[in-house]
C-alpha cells in the first residue's frame, strides 16, 4: 500500500519534514517514490507547503495518508478541492469553496490565539493574587 507522510530532516532538536509518497513498508527516512511538499513544525504558525495536483492525484489511486498528513491537507483545502472534483464541480466553485475554507480555518486559529492568551493572562492573575494573599497571611 502507498502512503502520504513525513520524512525527517534538518539538523538535531530542529526537524523539518519532507511530505513524501512512499511504499508503507518503507523506513521513515528510506526511499519514496515522489516529494509533494514539506512541514516545518518550528515556525509559529508552522509551515508547510503542499502540491495539490499530485496530492490530487496519489489520493485518486488509492494512496492513504498518514493523520499529520491527512491534517494538513485538511487545512490546506487538499481533500476538499478533491471531494468537489469527484463530484464535478466547475473550476470558479472549487476555487471559491476553497477560499472560504481558508478564512475560515484563519479564523478559527486567530479565535484560538486569542483564547491562548486570555487563559494565560488570567492565570497570571491567579497566581499573583495567590501571592498577595499567602503574604497577607504570613504577617
Known sequence: MVRLRLRRKGAKHHPVYDIVVVDQR???DGAFLER?????PNTNPSTYKINHDRA???LGVGAQPTLVVHNLMSYDGVLLRRQLQFKGKSAEEIEESVTKHKEIALARYARRKDLRKKRIIAKKKAEAAGEENTE????
Open 26 to 28: 518503507a523506513k521513515r
Open 36 to 40: 509533494l511538499g514539506y512541514y516545518d
Open 56 to 58: 490530487i492525484y496519489w
Open 136 to 139: 497577607a497571611a504570613a504577617k
